[in-house]
Structure formats: structure tokens, C-alpha cells
């Protein structure tokens, strides 16, 4: 598993595109900036943490509506217990049979993603600072120590303060970077302990979030999946590039299978096992697909295209548990096009929702999955969109 010395973050740095690793490292306690080069790099791991107490004065982000962040997270946000459910039972019992011996929030098996400032070196710390529980604001938005101070002053631009070295999470690229190196990919290992599954779609969990800003950015729902998959597409690539994981594979071609129905995943993405290609590809469909406005004819075309994909399950061409995966993709690329369709066009539809509903549930049935079944649930789907999705 991951280790935090001085040494290794350096040394890992250097590599390219791992982002799920850099990003990890960021909230580790360095400070790189993605991409960011091995010489910038030495200089950024020295950024300190002030740590979540700094931020939550009542003058800050601790006081009334309009700066009450640090209010919404402590109370509602998850990451607020993230470091807090890593006592209680199904942690001790996936650190059992990991063999983890003692707390787990000491483990980085867990804390890397849990409770990332956990397992911080020391001088990583501001002085008087103690290391945040649980996924802290830093984690998300970038070591402190040099734009604390400085962040508040109206003389300064947000792109001044991101060159110091808050994280721009504004870009929804830098968004997906930051939110898919912990809700992507569990190692095998702990996936088989009983951690529960992790699914990625950025769109979705940005808006699960109890909201601590607003982002109401012309078709943000369309670019923020997108963005997202094409995220989680590099980082996979990334993975089997390095080592290829038969466990992965298939998670892999559902992904690539799903972003190549896209305008733009067709043109960028190479098709064939070439993960190093399909990286490099997938990334710059993400930068792109950060940047690129949808129209609502393009929102609901695809909408269309995805609902009438019954025959690629009913007729198959890929084996079962490929198919599953297809499917576990499939529903939330469905869910957030129709949720901003919807938005965009006032399209109603009594029977769109619960079709959703039924062809998630099937979705998610594991080894049970049947093919058949996905396919009937995708053909309701598209009767209820012809009915009612303008
Ligand atoms: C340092 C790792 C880390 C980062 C970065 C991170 N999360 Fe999480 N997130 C977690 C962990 C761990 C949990 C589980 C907390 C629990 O239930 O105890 C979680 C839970 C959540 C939940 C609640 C569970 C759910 O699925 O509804 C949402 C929503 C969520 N995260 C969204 C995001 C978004 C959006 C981002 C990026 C802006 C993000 N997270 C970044 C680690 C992280
Ligand atoms: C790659 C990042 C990652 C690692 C490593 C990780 N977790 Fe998680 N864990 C998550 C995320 C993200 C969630 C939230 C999943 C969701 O609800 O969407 C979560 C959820 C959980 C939950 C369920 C939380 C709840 O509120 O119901 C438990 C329990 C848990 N993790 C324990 C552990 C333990 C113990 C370890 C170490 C062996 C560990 N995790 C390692 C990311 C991680
Ligand atoms: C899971 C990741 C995550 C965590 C944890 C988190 N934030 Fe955020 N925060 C975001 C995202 C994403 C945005 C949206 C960025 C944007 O639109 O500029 C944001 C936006 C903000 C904004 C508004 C910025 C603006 O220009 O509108 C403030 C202020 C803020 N966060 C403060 C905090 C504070 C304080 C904490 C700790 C209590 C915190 N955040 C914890 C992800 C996170």
C-alpha cells in the first residue's frame, strides 16, 4: 500500500498521468499541482496544513448563511464521519480480515482515503495545528499554508490564489481529478474484506454533497458526467497500463463501450486494448469535456441513443459480466442526462422515472445479473422517452 515519506512522494511524482496516486498525495500533504513538473513539484511537497479549525472562525466559513461551509459539512457532510466510522463494526471487520492490527485510522490501507491527513508527516502540520479527522476541506481544496491569509484579500485573483496553491475545483477537471482518486477503485484486497463497492459518476455525487456552494454553470450536468467518466476511463487505463488486472479489464471496456456512444468519445478514443493510448485519450476528453457546453438537442439525442440500446443486451455480443458492467454505467449516464434534459426542456414523463428505477435495481444485481431482464427494463425506458421526452 501507499507510503508517505519525503522520498516516495518525490519519486512517484515524476509519473506522469497518475492521478488518483498524485492526487492522493496531494491530500497526503504535498502540494502538487497536477502535471505538475518533478522540479515544481519538490518545491510544492513542502506546503503545510492549517488544518479545518483555521477555516472555521465565525468571521470565516463558520458563521451565518452565505459563510457557513464549515456548518453544512460538520452537520451533514460525510466526509465530516469518515475518519469517525473507521472505529465501528464493518471496519473492524474488513480490518480483521485485512490483518490489520490496532486501529484502522491509523492503517493508510485506510486512512489514505478516509482520513488522508491522518497519515501526514508531522512537519506537514502548521505548528499548533493538529491533523484533521475525516476528509477535511484541505483534502478537497489544497494544503492552506500559503493562501490562508492571503485568500480573502479583494485585491487578489482566485487564479493568484490557485498559483499558491489552493486547488481550482471551479474546473470541473480539477474537480473530477480530486473527487475520483477516493471513489473510484478499491484494491482488490479490500473489495474482498467487504468494503462496500464503489461507483464513480462525478455529476451525481457532486450534487449528493450537501451543498456548500452553488454551481449553476450553463449545462453543467451533461459536462460534469462526462468529465467525470472520461476521469475515471484515464485512471483505469492508467492502472492496466501499468499491470494489467483481469479484474479490471472488463470495467474497463464498459467504460470504453459506453464513452465511445458519446460525439466526442468517438473521435478521441482509440478503439483496441492500447491502454497507454486510451489514457492519453481519455484524459484529453476530460480537459475537453470540462471545458465544452452542451446544447440541448445534443442532451437529449444521446439521451435517445442510450435508451435505445435494448438490442446489445437482448442480443448480446459481450459475455454476461461484461454486459452487467455496461449496465452499471449505463443507468447513471441515463439518470443525468434525463435529470438535465428535464431541466432544459420542462419534459415530463410519469413513466420515465420508475423505468430508471427498475433497469438501476437490475443493474446492481451483481452475479445475478440477467441480460434479458436489462433489456426489457431499457425498452420501457424508450417507450416512456418517446411519450414524454419531447
Ligand atoms: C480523500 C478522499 C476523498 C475525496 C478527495 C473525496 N471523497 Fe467523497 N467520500 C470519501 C469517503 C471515505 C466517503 C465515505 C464517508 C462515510 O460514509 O463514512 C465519502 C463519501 C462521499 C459522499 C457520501 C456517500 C455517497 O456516495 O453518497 C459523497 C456524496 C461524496 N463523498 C462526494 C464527493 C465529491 C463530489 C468529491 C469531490 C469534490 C469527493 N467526494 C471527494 C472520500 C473522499
Ligand atoms: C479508495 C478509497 C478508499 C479506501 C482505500 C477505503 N475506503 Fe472505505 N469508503 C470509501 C468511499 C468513497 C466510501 C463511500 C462509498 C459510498 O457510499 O459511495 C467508503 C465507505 C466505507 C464504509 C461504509 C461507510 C458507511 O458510512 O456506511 C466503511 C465501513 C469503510 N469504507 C471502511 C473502510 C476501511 C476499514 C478501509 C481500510 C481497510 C477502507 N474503508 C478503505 C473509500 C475508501
Ligand atoms: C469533498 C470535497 C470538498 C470538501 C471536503 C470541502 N469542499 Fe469546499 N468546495 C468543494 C467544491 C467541489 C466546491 C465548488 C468549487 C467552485 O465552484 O469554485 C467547493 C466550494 C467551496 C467554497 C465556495 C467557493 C466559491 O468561490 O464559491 C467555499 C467557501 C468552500 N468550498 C469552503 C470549504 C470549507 C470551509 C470546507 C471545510 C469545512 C470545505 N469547503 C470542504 C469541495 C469540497
Redesign the pocket.
Known sequence: MLDFTGADVKSRAVAPMNFSLTIRLVLAGSALLLHAQAADDAKAVKLKFTGSPSCSSTSCHGGGTGRNECVIYEHKD?HA??YG??G?????R??ES?G?VGD?AK?A??N???APMQGVPLERLMKDTHADKGVGCESCHGPAENWRLFHTRPDVSFQQIVATGMRDLNDIYGRANTCV???????EP?RR?G??E??FELDG?ALAEPPHYKDERPSLGPRQWLTGQAAALRELSWKLAAKRDEALVPRWKALVWLLRKTDAGKKELPSGEDFGAVQTAADQLARNAAKTLWTKEQTAALLKDYAGLRAEFSEPKADKAELRLRAEVLVPALDRLWRAHKKETGAESADFEPALDHANLLAREGEDFDPAKFASALEELQAAFAKGGK
Open positions: 460525510r464521519v469518515s466510522i473507521l465501528k463494526g464493518t471496519s473492524l474488513i480490518a485485512l490489520i484502522p492503517a490501507q485506510c489514505v482515503c478516509h482518486a477516493c471513489h473510484l477503485n478499491l484494491d479490500i474484506a468494503h462496500p464503489l461507483y455525487q
